[in-house]
Structures are given as C-alpha cells and as structure tokens.
C-alpha cells in the first residue's frame, strides 16, 4: 500500500487572533495535488482535524471542500480519526453514509479493533483516546486494571494484534505522545515534545515505542513536529503549517511522507516539503535596528507575520515611543507578537518586562479561564462542576457565531 501520512491539520486554527484559514488551504490543495502526482491508494490524516470541539463554520467548509476534492473527485480514500482537540462525537456525523464513498473515520475506541482491509495491508484506527474511555470499554473485565494512559494502550495494542492477519502488512494511525523511553534520544524527543505542545491540551504522559513493535508502520499524530518521531517505522508527519511563534523559531520546513508499506514488511518513505504561503518571521533585535531602513529592507515586510523580540537595556529605554503604530508603519499590520528582553541574564528582570505579555495562543477558552481563576483565587483550581458550566458556556458561544 502506498498513502500519504500528515496529521494535525487544526482547520480554523489562529495565530494571536489572526486567522490562518488562508495558510492552511494553501497546505491542503498542494497535498491533494501531491496525493494525485504520487497516485497514493489513500490519505492518512491522524487526529486534531479541527483546532477546537465546536469549529466556526469556514472551517467546516473547508474541511469539507479538501474532502470532497480526495474523495469524490479523484476517488482517494481518507483514513482519518479525531485528535484531542476534536469533537468526536460531532465528527462522526454521517460516518456510516462517508464510509462506502471512501472516508473511513474513527472517533470510537471500539472502532480499533476493526481493521480497514485493502488487498495487502490491515489499517488500524486508533482515535485520541482518555484512560476513562478504556475503563469503560473493558469495565466487564476486571483483570484489567486501568491506571493510566499507557496501562490502557497496553490492553488496547493487544486486543488489535489479535485481528492481525500473517500475511498483510499491518499500519496503525494514532493520536498520542509516544518516545523512546531508554536512552538519550528518547530524552531529547520529549524535550522537542514539550516545545510543540501545550502540556495543558492533550497531555504529555509520553508512551513507549516499544508498545508498538509489532506494527509494520505507525502514523502518528499530535506532535507538532517530524523530528520527534521515536523511529523510522514509527512517524509523526508533523502539521503541515507553522501554528505559533514557537514552532516559527525552529525554522524548520513543514510537510508530509509519502509512505509504501510491504506485505514483506519492507517500508519505504520520503519526506515532501510544503510551501508556505505567508511566513511567520521572528525578527530579534534592538529597536534601533528593526526601525532601520539598512535592515528592514531585507524582510518581507507586508508579506509574513511578524514577532519581534526588542532587546532593551532597561525599562524607560522606548518610553514615550509608540512602538506598535512605528513597527506596522515599516512592517505592516500582521505584527503577532511584540516581546521584551533586556540585554542582561537576568531572568527576573526578563519576566517584570513581559508581565502581561506571555503568548495565550496555545491555551483553549477554558484553560485561560481556568488560570485567571487560580490567580485572582490565590491557587484554588475550579471545581468539576464549574469547568463543566465554562465548558457549555464557550460552547453555545460558538454555535452563536455560526
């Protein structure tokens, strides 16, 4: 089986306000395009199709727009399952009337231990998945004890092996943090893991490799990047687009594998790179400098997103100027992020300058909520009830606004 792997799509996803819809339709029609050149018998997209439960109404459609174009138009079946950031029940409207057309959508853990069966390969789909819903679904089984994540995977991996048929390659599409656990590389992974995602949405309880060893190819989902990936066999594709300023420093191109997987167990892979529409640059000088014509006539001004880290060598430095309205007169209105730091290793001094300033984009309605309430409470954290009414509250916000 030939297929192409990406994963983390985030459809409606912002930067700091800023809608990146744009980007990321520019990412998709080149991976429809690239699905077509490379005649892949199917597209894995695995999890965190949408950025949010409830997603505003353009990213539906343009979800829906990359879908018909794979499905209907060219007949490339989308093997796909929900990410912590999805609504899974609300995804899987439909599913039973998609699925003979050739979108095969997992949002249930039960639908796991159905192989999808194509003439030489089982795919498994595995969706984002919380302790609970395996204590629910082993609740007759009580041998099983259900403690964790990595407990529940290890009961979960094992009931899926037993569908394995001998002479099929076998490709398992999963949304979770998973590292090597026994050495140095594996240490440096979860380094990487904890840079691309918030330890607030989805968890980084890391899972070990090792509990995927009998899997010809794994396709996962939910690590922002293509480096974090535990080995050759088992691959994060990454997001095909740059989310935040964050992963913009990396500097790192942003793309997805085109995958053959061998009955013999043979795998053969090659990363294709995507390009970028509209950059973001992280611009980290004095403002002396960012305002000089010598050096902003090398940037792509009213071209790219900007964040600018202004090295100052104290607080009253810039006192009096108006930096915003100066830097969007040079470089445009797209500024994301305007950051201080002094010139000193003082880290005490760098956090009293950017007091305020800390980049909420990684956070959900939520969780902001949730750490204004710590703060203004002096630490107490909501009870199960509150987050439920704040939960409900932000989701009727979002239907009103379709």
């Known amino acids: ?36 050149a490379e005649k892949v018998d199917g597209v894995v997209i695995a999890g965190d199709l949408y950025d949010r439960a409830v997603p505003p109404t353009n990213a539906i459609k343009l979800f829906n727009k990359i879908l018909y174009q794979l499905v209907l138009e060219h007949g490339i079946p989308v093997y796909a399952i ?28 039960e639908e796991a231990f159905i192989p999808i069966e194509l003439e030489d390969t089982q795919i498994f789909l595995l969706p984002f998945i919380d302790p609970i819903d395996a204590r629910i679904y082993y609740k007759d089984d009580e041998e099983k004890d259900i403690q964790g994540i990595g407990d529940a995977l290890k009961y979960i991996i094992e009931d899926i092996k037993a569908h394995f048929n ?9 949304h979770f943090a998973v590292s090597k656990k026994e050495d140095q590389e594996g240490q440096e992974l979860r380094k990487q893991m904890l840079s691309e995602t918030s330890n607030k949405v989805g968890g980084l309880n890391t899972i070990s490799s090792n509990m995927f060893k009998d899997f010809d190819y794994v396709a996962l989902g939910h690590i922002h990047t293509r480096f974090a990936s535990p080995s ?11 989310f935040n300023v964050k992963e913009a420093k990396r500097n790192e191109k942003k793309g997805v594998y085109v995958v053959e997987v061998k009955p013999t167990g043979q795998i053969n892979q090659t990363f294709h790179a995507l390009e970028v529409k509209k950059p973001i640059m992280v611009l980290k000088e004095s ?21 600018f880290e202004i090295h100052i060598s104290n607080r009253k430095e810039l006192e009096g100027v108006n930096i915003r309205a100066r ?36 956070l959900s309605p ?3 909520v949730s750490e204004f ?7 107490l954290s909501l009870s199960r009830e509150q987050s439920k009414i704040i939960k409900e509250i932000f989701e009727d916000l979002e239907r009103s606004k379709q």
Request: proline share 3%; aromatic share 12%.
């Open 287 to 307: 403002f002396e400098t960012l305002v000089s014509k010598e050096y902003y006539k090398n940037q792509p001004c009213h071209e790219a997103w900007f964040a």
């Open 373 to 379: 309430y710590q703060m203004v409470t002096g630490g």
């Open 166 to 174: 001998p002479k099929k390659a076998h490709v398992l599409v999963t």
């Open 1 to 36: 089986m030939k297929f192409l792997h990406t994963s983390d799509w985030h459809v409606g996803r912002t930067l700091n306000g800023w809608s990146l819809l744009e980007e990321q339709e520019w990412a998709f029609e080149q991976i429809v395009k690239l699905a077509i």
């Open 327 to 362: 830097l969007e007169e040079i470089y445009g209105q797209d500024i994301v992020e305007i950051y201080f730091t002094t010139l000193t290793n003082n880290d005490s001094v760098k956090r009293e300058l950017n007091k305020g300033a800390e980049n909420l984009e990684l």
């Open 366 to 368: 939520e969780e902001v």
């Open 82 to 109: 929900s990410g912590n950031h999805d609504g899974a029940e609300r995804i899987r409207f439909g599913r039973e009337f998609f699925e003979p057309l050739g979108l095969h959508l997992a949002t249930r853990l």
């Open 232 to 242: 050759e066999y088992i691959k994060y594709s990454g997001s095909p687009v740059t």
